[in-house]
C-alpha cells in the first residue's frame, strides 16, 4: 500500500508530505495505481521548482518527502499553496477509486 502524508500549518498550508510504500496492484512496470501516484507527485515536485521555485525534496527507493521552506516569499507560498492542494486533492481522487491500495492521511494542526 501507498501511504501518503500530508502535514498542514495551522493557516492549512501543506507544509510537507512524504509518500512511503508501493501499491501492489499489478507487477512492477504495470502498476497503474503506483504510477498515478507517481505523476501527480513528480508534476507537484515540478511545478514547485519551476514556479514556485522551491526544490526541497529527497528520494530514496522510491520514497519521496518535501518540506516547504518557512522563509519563502508571499507569492511563492501563493503559488506552492495552489500546487499542493491540486496535488492533494489528486492523492485523494487516486484514494478514493483505488482505496485498497493508497491511503491519504490529511494532518492538519491544530
Do not use: Q, W
Request: charged share 35%; hydrophobic share 40%; with cysteine.
Amino acid at each position: 500500500m501507498i501511504k501518503i502524508f500530508l502535514k498542514r500549518d495551522k493557516e492549512g498550508f501543506i507544509k510537507e508530505f512524504s509518500i512511503k510504500g508501493h501499491a501492489g496492484y499489478a507487477r512492477r512496470g504495470k502498476d497503474i495505481v503506483c504510477a498515478g501516484v507517481s505523476a501527480i507527485a513528480l508534476t507537484a515536485l515540478g511545478a514547485l521548482e519551476e514556479l514556485a521555485g522551491i526544490c526541497s525534496f529527497s528520494e530514496k527507493r522510491g520514497n519521496v518527502k518535501c518540506s516547504i521552506p518557512e522563509n519563502i516569499s508571499r507569492d511563492a507560498k501563493e503559488k506552492a499553496r495552489i500546487i499542493l492542494d491540486t496535488m492533494a486533492i489528486g492523492f485523494k481522487m487516486i484514494e478514493r477509486e483505488y482505496k485498497d491500495y493508497v491511503l491519504v492521511l490529511d494532518d492538519k494542526e491544530v
